[in-house]
């Protein structure tokens, strides 16, 4: 018995000392074995070994619960030892969210047009055929229909694939006076380096009385928006078309990359188009009955501002969600 007693205290790991327990007190371990042996003892003999035997299992009991919590308390200071963390130092970097550039951009647009008292409105993304086209002076197989890839649902109704219809929702719902924006996402079929399936249009409109909006008015609102956005550019109207404008023009500002020497961004030409705009198409007025009055209107791209003004490349970025990217705005 003695081997099992040096076994024991010696046992190193509470492992170990699992195998000894089935050694020793195990179906077939050494008590076990002797309990049986004694069986074939003389009978007179049989008592005294039993008694012998309890005491044996007793103490090696004793022995063995002391040596196991002894183990197992050697082992969870080791394993403590092991995983402990240092509360007290500091952490390298800390993770604080902004907002997504192309938000950011859409607030300060939305600044500078409320402080000019533009209120704004937001419409709906699924919209009906004639808010996105018709009444926007865009009728069935109007060839214009074809610049905007459209995802259709059935019964005449899409995703807008721009915030102009806003414009008629606004007009459909209010008299005139009005001054609105339309910040929002829209939708067209497109996806490449320029284009991805849904990006943010700001629409403006702005209504008064016959006479009183003329495209001088129209110029000196974006001209000052656009040096608001921008900074000191250059602002210039190139004659464009628009059904829902007439006349219509597109606004370029002095390249941004290149202060309009010509660079790689701007095809050498010195100009970016940022947005387009126009008198309202008095067809536009008649679709939501509106009588005796004058009207400008622009439409302008977010992503692209945002763009424009961080310096980005790819459009898609914007919508990779990727944290390297994104921590550069915080
Ligand atoms: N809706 C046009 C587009 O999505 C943008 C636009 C251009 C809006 C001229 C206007 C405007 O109100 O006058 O491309």
Redesign the pocket.
């Known amino acids: 018995m003695k081997e099992w007693y040096d076994a024991i205290k010696q046992a190193q790991s509470v492992d170990k000392l699992e195998e000894i327990r089935i050694s020793v007190f195990g179906k077939k371990g050494v008590l076990a074995d002797e309990f049986a042996r004694m069986k074939s003892a003389p009978d007179d003999q049989k008592a005294l070994i039993a008694k012998e035997l309890n005491t044996h299992k007793n103490v090696l009991t004793n022995e063995f619960t002391a040596r196991k919590i002894t183990l197992q308390t050697l082992e969870l200071q080791a394993h403590m030892k092991a995983e402990a963390i240092d509360v007290s130092m500091y952490s390298t970097k800390s993770q604080a969210g902004a907002l997504h550039p192309v938000m950011e951009t859409m607030d300060k647009i939305v600044e500078y047009f409320s402080s000019m008292n533009f209120a704004v409105k937001t419409g709906n993304m699924v919209e009906d055929d004639f808010n996105n086209f018709e009444a926007l002076n865009l009728p069935k197989y109007h060839p214009a229909r074809d610049m905007?890839d459209t995802f259709y649902f059935k019964d005449e109704m899409l995703l807008r694939?721009?915030?102009?219809p806003v414009?008629i929702r606004t007009m459909m719902t209010t008299k005139p006076p009005i001054r609105m924006i339309a910040p929002g996402a829209?939708f067209r079929r497109d996806y490449d380096i320029t284009h991805t399936p849904m990006f943010h249009?700001v629409?403006?409109?702005l209504v008064d009385k016959e006479g009183q909006v003329s495209f001088a008015n129209l110029k000196f609102i974006l001209e000052d928006f656009l040096k608001y956005m921008f900074g000191d550019v250059k602002v210039r109207f190139r004659p464009s078309f628009?059904p829902?404008?007439e006349p219509?023009a597109e606004v370029d500002i002095s390249c941004v990359f290149c202060a309009g020497e010509g660079c790689r961004v701007c095809s050498k030409t010195g100009w970016l188009e940022v947005?387009?705009?126009?008198i309202v198409d008095p067809n536009v007025f008649e679709a939501v009955k509106y009588r005796n009055v004058s009207g400008y209107?622009?439409?302008l791209g977010v992503e692209r501002f945002a763009m424009l003004i961080h310096h980005i490349g790819d459009l898609r970025s914007l919508f990779e969600g990727d944290i390297k990217l994104l921590e550069q705005f915080q």
């Open positions: 905007q694939t721009h915030t102009s414009q829209v249009q629409e403006g409109l628009f829902f404008t219509s947005l387009g705009c126009g209107a622009f439409g």
